[in-house]
């Protein structure tokens, strides 16, 4: 439940409390108990009672725009981390793999609300931090028209990189919501945290780590993308793995992990404590009337 949520109920719990604590012990036979606060000379006796209401029109209001307080704490991360090595430039996806990954990852960034923060990695020989987890969708787009390839495949190292962008978020806003999604089309070449060892990591964190394996999968250990050991870190992480071998396929996983992942990090999307609180206060509104003197 929102911080300011809490404080808000806690406000009206004060308020309801100094109302009814003020109520007559002894009320005179045939009257009904009066608070202190709203006998007839008080001049609350017929302000008091609206300003639960109006509280609880405010709440039904943040229940249906989807307000939230803290987004700047608690907006969700997604970082891609995608691979740019040389194999990259094959042409088995159409136009070829970097470009169909490219704009597949546009793609996944209509998927997600304004609010999400992304961030992108890149790996091939090494893994670098591209952009750190930013709301500019503009920053990410064009680092993603800037992808240079080279040699190698440090899958592990590239994992590592993200979850250490997304453990720099959390410094700040602990209870941040996270999640990874992987892009390789080949094997693991030599990084300096396995892939195995960068998946567990990234469980401990609560940071599921969806992979997609791009180009034809490798068979009978020959060249081509090892979908065991992407399917491996999914799995490991709570994350989930597809396979595309054409560009269609590739936006249509990006599109489908970008709609899941805003469902399910969106964790101030939930309109149920607003509409609570609106029902509680109507309610409360509603006991002070009856206990209004006239």
Same mark, same amino acid.
């Not at 602990?174 to 390789?184: C, I």
């Given at each position: 439940m929102p911080p300011a949520l809490v404080i808000a109920l806690i406000v009206v719990a004060l308020?309801?409390?100094?109302?009814?604590a003020g109520l007559r012990?002894?009320?005179?036979?045939?009257?009904? +108990?009066?608070?202190?606060?709203?006998?007839?000379?008080s001049k609350w006796r017929k302000v008091l009672p609206i300003i639960p209401l109006l509280a609880a029109v405010a709440c039904l209001v943040f229940a249906f725009t989807g307000f939230g307080f803290n987004v700047a704490e608690t907006s969700p991360v997604i970082v891609l981390?995608? &691979?740019?090595?040389?194999?990259m430039h094959a042409t088995d996806v159409d136009p070829n793999r970097l470009e169909a990954s490219?704009?597949?990852? *546009?793609?996944?960034?209509? *998927? $997600? +609300?304004p609010r999400f923060q992304v961030g992108l990695v890149t790996f091939a020989g090494e893994a670098k931090i591209v952009v750190d987890p930013t709301r500019v969708r503009e920053d990410v787009e064009e680092a993603l028209e800037r992808f240079t390839t080279s040699k190698g495949t440090v899958i592990g190292d590239?994992?590592?990189?993200? $979850?250490?962008?997304? *453990? &720099?978020?959390?410094d700040d806003a +602990? &209870?941040?919501?996270?999640?990874?999604?992987? $892009?390789?089309?080949?094997r693991?070449?030599?990084?300096t945290v396995s892939p195995d060892g960068a998946a567990a990591r990234a469980a401990s964190m609560e940071v599921p780590v969806s992979t997609v394996v791009i180009g034809v999968e490798a068979v009978g250990g020959g060249p081509g993308a090892n979908r065991d050991a992407l399917e491996a870190?999914? *799995?490991?992480?709570?994350?989930?793995?597809s396979t595309a071998e054409t560009a269609d396929e590739l936006t249509r996983s990006f599109e489908s992990i970008g709609s899941r992942l805003s469902v399910e990090l969106d964790v101030e999307s939930s309109t149920t404590p607003w509409v609570i609180a609106a029902i509680a206060l109507t309610i409360l509104a509603g006991l002070m009337l009856v206990y209004t003197p006239r």
């Open positions: 308020i309801a409390v100094a109302y009814f012990p002894a009320p005179v036979r045939g009257r009904r +108990p009066a608070p202190v606060i709203l006998r007839r000379r981390v995608m &691979d740019v090595s040389d194999s490219q704009a597949a990852a *546009e793609a996944f960034l209509d *998927e $997600l +609300p590239g994992l590592t990189v993200a $979850l250490d962008a997304i *453990e &720099d978020v959390r +602990p &209870d941040t919501p996270a999640a990874a999604l992987l $892009l390789s089309d080949g693991d070449t030599g990084s870190i999914a *799995e490991a992480s709570g994350g989930e793995t």
